[in-house]
């Protein structure tokens, strides 16, 4: 996205569109939950294979965080499991590290602190939001 807004820290912030956060939203946490499984399963047996299954229910999860990332930066190292020559564990973790990664970033570039309003000592307040699209700082 080439708009811009500033957050309180005075930095310029990219926005993203509500249909990411709200993917993110849904998918960040059961994402955690995939790659918590997968790094167990890993160091259990760093060599099993994945059957198909499993790496179709994390694809799923990872095209949707696809979606969400499409516009970022690491986007480009972001790949699915081959579902044709099943991946091993380890494998798997490795690629679902960078999709952790990024999703890390996701935050940080657009869950953004805005000052809202002052106290009754003059300190300011700040909130946090989500800077998409039809976000407008000035109407906080």
Do not use: H
Request: glycine residues 4%; negative net charge; without cysteine.
């Amino acid at each position: 996205m080439s708009e811009k807004a500033i957050a309180a820290d005075g930095e310029v912030t990219r926005r993203t569109t509500q249909v990411a956060v709200d993917a993110y939203l849904a998918t960040v946490e059961i994402f955690s939950g995939l790659i918590s499984e997968v790094r167990e399963l890993s160091r259990k047996k760093p060599d099993a294979t994945l059957n198909k299954g499993k790496v179709r229910l994390i694809n799923r999860v990872l095209a949707d965080l696809q979606l969400v990332l499409a516009s970022e930066p690491e986007k480009k190292f972001l790949d699915l499991l081959d579902d044709d020559e099943l991946p091993q564990t380890s494998d798997a973790v490795l690629v679902m590290v960078q999709y952790e990664s990024a999703l890390a970033e996701f935050p940080k570039r657009y869950f953004r602190s805005f000052k809202t309003s002052a106290t009754s000592y003059g300190r300011p307040e700040y909130k946090k939001f989500w800077v998409t699209e039809g976000f407008d700082p000035e109407n906080l």
